[in-house]
């Protein structure tokens, strides 16, 4: 099992609809987990972190369930700009360091 | 103001050749790193570095060579280049101090290297 897997996609949606999607991941000892965002031909780019009890921001919403092991992404109302591939990261720790984790990428097409 | 810059942005070449790419970061963060990408769009960590020394060493051939001058530059040295190395090679910074959610890493604009 990959250490961590996401719906490549892509997923299209309608401009204003809701959409959500998930991150499983393998290791328990994962430590900390976040969401990255990558334009086309653009560097990948930190959305938000996110925190054991859930968090808000503005129109994102992240949730951890550590007892099924996966993170969730919730974009309400999304706008055209929101048109990107959704990287889900995780820390494993790893000596006495960390390392990150990158998933694969969830493909995200708005239309208008 | 850049934060982290890579030249050059594209690089097309030929198998067998030499080539180096240069990150630098203006950031003020102690950890850099390289990241390959290749066309299924997986990103996969190669090297990093803290303070000049090398923390991960993922299983990369050994015709890459990452060299640290100094906290603020990691440059990627690949030799004898392979078709397979064609890839979108991304720099990035953090800083590694602090609680782990808070170490966000700061992305270069990426080199498109095209081996032929």
């Known amino acids: 099992r990959k250490e961590v897997e996401q719906d490549p996609g892509p997923f299209n949606v309608p401009e204003g609809a809701t959409v959500a999607f998930n991150c499983t991941y393998s290791?328990?000892?994962?430590?900390?987990f976040f969401w990255y965002r990558q334009d086309c031909r653009k560097e990948p780019k930190l959305l938000m972190s996110v925190y054991s009890s859930g968090n808000e921001d503005g129109r994102f919403t992240a949730q951890l369930n550590r007892a099924s092991q996966y993170i969730s992404l919730l974009i309400r109302d999304s706008k055209l700009s929101d048109s990107a591939t959704y990287l889900c990261?995780?820390?494993?720790?790893?000596?006495?360091?960390?390392?990150?984790?990158w998933g694969a990428g969830t493909k995200l097409i708005i239309k208008p | 103001d850049t934060a982290v810059s890579q030249t050059p942005k594209y690089l097309v070449t030929q198998m067998g050749n030499d080539k180096s790419i240069k990150c630098e970061q203006n950031l003020g963060h102690d950890t850099m790193y390289w990241y390959k990408q290749d066309s299924k769009k997986f990103l996969k960590i190669m090297f990093s570095?803290?303070?000049?020394?090398?923390?991960i060493n993922e299983t990369v051939p050994n015709r890459f060579s990452p060299k640290s001058p100094d906290k603020a530059h990691l440059n990627l040295h690949i030799n004898s280049l392979e078709l397979g190395d064609s890839a979108v090679y991304f720099c990035a910074s953090s800083q590694d101090k602090g609680p782990p959610l808070l170490r966000e890493q700061y992305f270069g604009p990426g080199t498109r290297l095209t081996v032929t």
């Open positions: 290791n328990s000892a994962s430590q900390s």
């Open positions: 570095y803290n303070n000049k020394e090398l923390i």
């Open positions: 990261v995780l820390s494993l720790p790893r000596d006495s360091n960390y390392q990150l984790i």
